[in-house]
Structures are given as structure tokens and as C-alpha cells.
């Protein structure tokens, strides 16, 4: 048999909250959807739908949950052009087929049609299910959502380890980030986007190693964000810095996505290893060009 690993992002904060999950093709899209919600902190009494791309409330193709799909007049859409199906009698593999995905194709899914919580999945790649699996997550990041909390709240701050080194809320110049490579506790910093200004070159995304753990963070309107973070306890300071090249690479690739996506154009691996150029000379800098 065949499963599907999908890449679930929560719309408004995808590089900050996401779930990898791992579904059969004869699993029902009523279970991949509760496997998102008790992923993502939400629970099941509202109304939702899965949809092209992200298109939301404009897909002319809808997934609605059971309860919806079986109030609806002898199954027929209530929007003009509109075709639906139940998600409790179609199967991953069944949307597969119908929305002809390929991989890093995306659908839409939204919850509670008051709140609105929107997410979309990348279909990150195909692979063999012998077991048949139930879906399961295999990776994530980021917290639960508090699906209940009072408006305006903040998100999480940096970790304590980042709030130490006083980065700015903007870019930050290359020299003051090469500078902490002499703090003991840092083991090397890797420089990924640099931009020269008319007040010296700065740094929007690099990568920070210390003894027992690694960051991978990009410069976002709202000020640093951990994309990745690396679990170091049981590695080399080696397998500890090949974690977080391999997440550098995945995070490029994953913007040529969002870029194509968006723009309508096409970011192929080209793209993608033009990103990686300036990884590749700080790795050579550092010694481990072979990473």
C-alpha cells in the first residue's frame, strides 16, 4: 500500500507551527482530520472542510465533515459550481487522484467556520505502507494552539540561550555575528543570507551551534524566528552541525515552495542551490565543506 506524508502548517504562522504527518491511502479523510486536531491542540465541535490548494471558502471542490455533508439536500452542494464530497466516505488516496496532487502540491483545510483556523498541507513526498498506518505525526514544531485563549496574546519568546546574545529585531551585521564564534559556549555560527546595506553587510537567516543544541533563524517584519530547532544532547559537535545544514537546505527548498506558490512562477532546484551557495562557502570557512 501506499501513504502520504504531509506537511501541515498553520496559515498564519507556518515556519513557526507545523506537523509532519504520515497517512495510509485507504485511511478516511475524517481520520487524517483528527489526527491534525489533537496534533494542533483543537478539539471536535465545530464544522470543517478539506480544499484546493489554499483556496479556503473559494475551492469548488470541498471535503466536509460528516455531520455537514449529510445535512446537505440529497448530497448536493449549496454553492453554485460547487462539488462536494463526505470526508468520512473519501480516502487520502481518493482525493490524491481527484485533485491529481503531485509532490509539494497543497490542500487547504479549515476548522470552525466562526474562528476560522486555516492550514494547509504540502504533500512532502509518497511512500510505502506495508502496515497500512493509521496517521500518525513524525515530526512537528511548535506549540499547541490554545484554541480558547483571550485576543492579543503573544507568542513565544526566544529561548533563553537566543535572548542572551541581545540580538536586534532587525538584521544583524555579519561582523557581530562572526563575533560570537569566540563566546565558549558557541561552537560556530553559519552565516546564510547576507545583504549588503551602506552600512556594511548584514545577516537576515543564519544558523548558531552551542555545546548541546542548534537554531536555525530567519528575520521575519515580526523580528527573529527559530525556524529549526536541533536536539544536540546525543551528538557530535559534527552530527549536531549536519543536522542543522540538512534543516538549512530543507528550509530553502521549502521557500522556493511558498515563492512559487505565491508568485505563480517556477523555483526549481537551480533556485534552491543558488540559496545554498553561501552555505556552502561558510561550511567550507569552518572546515566541513564535505557536509
Not at 464544522?47 to 471535503?63: A, P, R
Not at 488516496?93 to 509532490?103: F, I, K, R, T
Not at 519568546?157 to 558557541?186: F, H, I, M, S, Y
Request: proline residues 4%; hydrophobic residues 40%.
Amino acid at each position: 500500500m501506499t501513504a502520504y506524508r504531509f506537511r501541515v502548517k498553520f496559515a498564519p504562522d507556518p515556519t513557526s507551527l507545523w506537523r509532519d504527518i504520515v497517512v495510509g491511502a485507504d485511511r478516511t479523510l475524517d481520520e487524517f482530520q483528527t489526527t491534525i486536531n489533537a496534533a494542533m491542540g483543537l478539539n471536535q465541535d465545530h464544522l470543517w472542510f478539506f480544499g484546493i490548494d489554499e483556496d479556503y471558502w473559494e475551492s469548488d471542490v470541498k471535503y466536509q465533515c460528516p455531520a455537514e455533508h449529510e445535512d446537505l439536500p440529497s448530497g448536493q452542494p449549496m454553492q453554485f459550481g460547487e462539488t462536494t464530497y463526505s470526508a468520512g466516505a473519501t480516502t487520502v488516496g481518493e482525493l490524491v487522484a481527484q485533485l491529481d496532487l503531485d509532490q509539494y502540491d497543497r490542500i487547504c483545510y479549515l476548522f470552525d467556520y466562526g474562528d476560522e483556523w486555516r492550514f494547509y498541507a504540502i504533500l512532502k513526498e509518497v511512500v510505502d505502507d506495508p502496515d497500512r498506518r493509521a496517521p500518525e505525526v513524525v515530526k512537528e514544531k511548535g506549540d499547541e494552539i490554545d484554541q480558547y485563549a483571550s485576543a492579543g496574546e503573544d507568542g513565544s519568546p526566544l529561548p533563553d540561550r537566543l535572548q542572551e546574545l541581545g540580538l536586534p529585531d532587525t538584521a544583524v551585521p555579519t561582523a557581530d555575528l562572526r563575533a560570537l564564534e569566540d563566546r565558549d559556549d558557541v561552537a560556530h555560527v553559519i552565516v546564510l543570507l547576507s545583504i549588503e546595506t551602506g552600512f556594511g553587510t548584514v545577516s537576515e537567516r543564519f544558523m548558531i551551534q552551542f555545546d548541546d543544541v542548534g537554531y536555525l533563524l530567519e528575520n521575519s517584519p515580526r523580528g527573529w524566528e527559530v525556524i529549526e530547532e536541533v536536539d544536540g544532547g546525543d551528538k557530535t559537535e559534527e552530527a549536531l552541525l549536519s543536522a542543522l545544514v540538512s534543516a538549512a537546505r530543507e528550509w530553502h527548498a521549502e521557500i522556493a515552495e511558498i515563492a512559487s506558490a505565491a508568485s505563480g512562477q517556477v523555483f526549481d532546484d537551480q533556485t534552491v542551490e543558488a540559496m545554498n551557495v553561501e552555505l556552502n562557502q561558510e561550511l567550507e570557512r569552518t572546515g566541513y565543506s564535505h557536509l
